[in-house]
């Protein structure tokens, strides 16, 4: 199920959750907007052969929450050498513009932006050479990217990433590789949000980062882990089960999230996953416009508390941390949590 739309109206009455109902059509139609210019600038670059570069929309574009406000995260990644040197480069020079005539841009950490080379993102697995760069990069592609071309070019770049975590000794089992760097990815969000925070970085960004990391963030997490500790293999065979866990990352992280508590037959699980939503949809609505962000951009960390919007969102996201807790502590889930995020 590709649609936040119909994945919320599985659990939801029509009249619930109209800002991430809205958000999702939106989300939609900017990417059909911009996948038109896309497929037009790859096709018309001299130089780069056809099926082997791909432009993928990340974060809140993939996760169908994007807003007026919203940043317009994309790569560019390429499976082979073009034919001519500057292709890339020109290409990527035509996309910067189509994305900035639509007031949006990529995030500042330089993460997004650029152009990436599929070998890159699939080999550099652990030790020293997987930076946080190259693991944000590989781990944003597979849990939150939707193409923005006519290809199939995503579709094989997930699936070699997820080949790349997978042995014929997990063939039958949760991918414990796997579940390990998508944890690694959480815990170094959360370090360099600390560090930011410590640091010399933009402190007038820090509430509404934080707010992100307690509930944008956190659902990505949790809309990701699930479905993998849980993961029951139809066979033995290992290119049957890396097919069925790339077939799990088509869908935007909130459809997996609803999929996964829906198939556990878990009334209690799928409640907390309507909580989840609730506070998704509110955090959605007090933050997607320009002007509600610059007024949390406006106060002052050490006051924060003192600010109304911002304690309401905040105790949303201790809402939020409970309902997660408690779907990852159920009865059905308890021991593959215990198992595959533990110990």
């Given at each position: 199920?590709?649609?936040?739309?119909?994945?919320?109206?599985?659990?939801?009455?029509?009249?619930?959750?109209?800002?991430?109902?809205?958000?999702?059509?939106?989300?939609?139609?900017?990417?059909?907007?911009?996948?038109?210019?896309?497929?037009?600038?790859?096709?018309?670059v001299d130089g780069i052969s056809p099926g082997t570069v791909d432009v993928l929309a990340c974060g809140s574009l993939a996760r169908q929450e994007h807003s007026d406000a919203s940043d317009v995260d994309y790569l560019i990644v390429s499976s082979s050498l073009p034919e001519r040197f500057a292709a890339l480069r020109d290409a990527g020079h035509q996309i910067h513009k189509v994305v900035a005539d639509l007031?949006?841009?990529?995030?500042?950490?330089?993460?997004?932006?650029?152009?990436?080379?599929?070998?890159?993102?699939?080999?550099?697995?652990?030790?020293?050479?997987?930076?946080?760069?190259?693991?944000?990069?590989?781990?944003?592609?597979?849990?939150?990217?939707?193409?923005?071309?006519?290809?199939?070019?995503?579709?094989?770049?997930?699936?070699?990433?997820?080949?790349?975590?997978?042995?014929?000794?997990?063939?039958?089992?949760?991918?414990?590789?796997?579940?390990?760097?998508?944890?690694?990815?959480w815990r170094t969000i959360t370090v360099d949000f600390q560090a930011k925070r410590d640091g010399s970085h933009d402190q007038q960004k820090m509430i509404l980062r934080y707010l992100k990391l307690r509930i944008t963030r956190k659902i990505l997490l949790a809309s990701s882990l699930l479905p993998l500790i849980t993961f029951s293999p139809s066979s033995g065979d290992r290119d049957d089960n890396v097919n069925e866990l790339a077939t799990l990352f088509d869908d935007p992280p909130l459809c997996r999230l609803i999929a996964t508590t829906t198939r556990l037959d878990d009334a209690d699980a799928v409640e907390n996953t309507r909580v989840v939503c609730r506070v998704l949809d509110a955090f959605l609505a007090a933050t997607c416009s320009n002007e509600q962000r610059q007024k949390f951009d406006g106060i002052d960390w050490d006051d924060r508390e003192q600010d109304a919007d911002y304690m309401e969102l905040k105790e949303s996201a201790e809402g939020l941390d409970d309902a997660l807790a408690a779907i990852f502590t159920s009865p059905n889930v308890m021991e593959a949590t215990k198992s595959y995020m533990l110990f």
């Open positions: 199920m590709d649609d936040v739309r119909d994945a919320i109206a599985t659990i939801f009455p029509d009249d619930e959750l109209p800002t991430l109902r809205d958000l999702c059509e939106k989300s939609i139609n900017t990417r059909e907007t911009l996948a038109e210019e896309m497929q037009r600038i790859i096709d018309g007031d949006g841009k990529p995030g500042a950490s330089g993460i997004f932006g650029q152009t990436v080379g599929m070998f890159d993102l699939i080999e550099r697995v652990g030790l020293q050479d997987d930076t946080n760069i190259s693991h944000t990069r590989r781990m944003e592609i597979l849990l939150e990217s939707v193409s923005l071309t006519s290809g199939d070019s995503r579709a094989k770049i997930v699936r070699a990433i997820i080949d790349r975590y997978t042995t014929s000794r997990s063939a039958s089992r949760p991918p414990r590789f796997l579940i390990n760097d998508v944890l690694r990815y």
